[in-house]
């Protein structure tokens, strides 16, 4: 089985992802890689120093971005497929209609 000619161009950008999301993840790995002793309480969040809390808005955006453009990598791929087909479909049709005349 042959590969299409987009193919190493989606493998490269899937590989360009996974790197730059593994870059951006292995950041807070270092932060969050201190062990800190167990509370025994529960504490406010207005008590709790700023560089102990973690904001949730960045990381919920950069997962919302994330599968976004996994969704529309794969919307875009089968796109690419499904007008291969129709093309190869358009030239059996043809093909067809000129073995019967």
Known sequence: MTRPSWFPR????????????????GASLDASSQIQPAQDEFVPLEQVPPEDQ?????????????????????VWSI???????????????????DQQV
């Not at 493998?11 to 993840?25: D, E, F, H």
């Not at 973690?54 to 794969?74: E, F, M, S, T």
């Not at 796109?79 to 209609?97: G, H, Q």
């Open 79 to 97: 796109w690419r497929r499904m007008m291969t087909v129709e093309r190869e479909l358009a030239i059996l049709a043809k093909s067809c209609e």
């Open 54 to 74: 973690l904001p949730a808005a960045p990381l919920l955006v950069g997962a919302y971005i994330l599968i976004w453009l996994a969704v529309l990598a794969y």
């Open 10 to 25: 989606m493998t490269a950008g899937v590989v360009l992802i996974l790197v730059v999301s593994t870059m951006m993840g």
